[in-house]
């Protein structure tokens, strides 16, 4: 238990589809984040939230669309997603987004796109 | 453009040695560099975590070291276990904002019997 829980854990989805990421942290903390990461490849930042305001938006394609209804809660909404969105998917929070904290992540949803 | 080099890409040692993860980074400002542990399957787990003024940190087997002046950092694993076998990544913040992260591309280190 991580705290910090991811579903789906597997995602298959075709390109015209529409589905939606969750996570759910049980820590209390006050900052979320929506990593990517792809094989071979560093993770990558898509968008950070503190207390339910978006606080970074790492030029990510509108294919994504982020929601935090409230601090333990974040959505990624998808959209017209291409092949090469296919990666793991992990879900992050913190106490605060300045940085000095440890990040705790969930497990990921591993996204396919046939 | 801010950086952060890991190596060695790869790494198999035998259960019970010990080893030294490598981490190089040219972000600035400096803010914390932090190592994490995923294993397979799984998200990354924080390790360590340490501010300009620290040049070691230790969490049980693990032990890191960071040179601002080099601007490096190294990661030494004691008596190695199996359950050792993973990816460590280490991220390099610069300013005060976590969206400032830099990612390196991780080393894998595999631990046989």
């Known amino acids: 238990e991580t705290g910090v829980t991811q579903t789906p854990r597997h995602l298959v989805m075709g390109m015209t589809n529409k589905k939606s990421l969750k996570c759910e942290q049980h820590?209390?903390?006050?900052?979320m984040y929506w990593y990517k990461q792809s094989a071979k490849k560093p993770l990558e930042l898509m968008f950070v939230?503190?207390?339910?305001?978006?606080?970074e938006n790492n030029s990510v394609p509108s294919r994504f669309s982020p929601e935090c209804p409230n601090s333990s809660h974040l959505f990624l909404h998808l959209h017209t997603l291409q092949p090469e969105d296919s990666a793991l998917y992990l879900c992050?929070?913190?106490?605060?987004?300045?940085?000095?904290?440890?990040?705790?992540f969930g497990d990921g949803t591993r996204l396919s796109i046939l | 453009k801010n950086q952060v080099e890991q190596s060695p890409q790869s790494l198999i040692i035998l259960e019970g040695k010990n080893c030294t993860l490598q981490?190089?980074?040219?972000?600035?400002?400096?803010?914390?560099l932090r190592w994490y542990k995923q294993d397979t399957g799984r998200g990354p787990v924080s390790l360590t975590i340490?501010?300009?003024?620290?040049n070691t940190k230790s969490n049980g087997r693990y032990t890191a070291t960071l040179d601002a002046d080099t601007k490096q950092s190294s990661l030494h694993i004691t008596a190695s276990q199996l359950s050792d076998s993973a990816s460590y990544i280490c991220?390099?913040?610069?300013?005060?904002?976590?969206?400032?992260?830099?990612f390196g591309d991780g080393t894998t280190l595999t631990v046989k019997p």
């Open positions: 340490m501010t300009f003024s620290e």
């Open positions: 820590l209390g903390h006050n900052a």
């Open positions: 981490c190089n980074y040219t972000v600035s400002p400096f803010s914390n």
């Open positions: 992050a929070s913190s106490q605060d987004h300045w940085g000095n904290q440890p990040q705790h």
């Open positions: 939230y503190s207390l339910e305001e978006r606080v």
């Open positions: 991220v390099v913040s610069a300013g005060t904002n976590a969206g400032k992260s830099t």
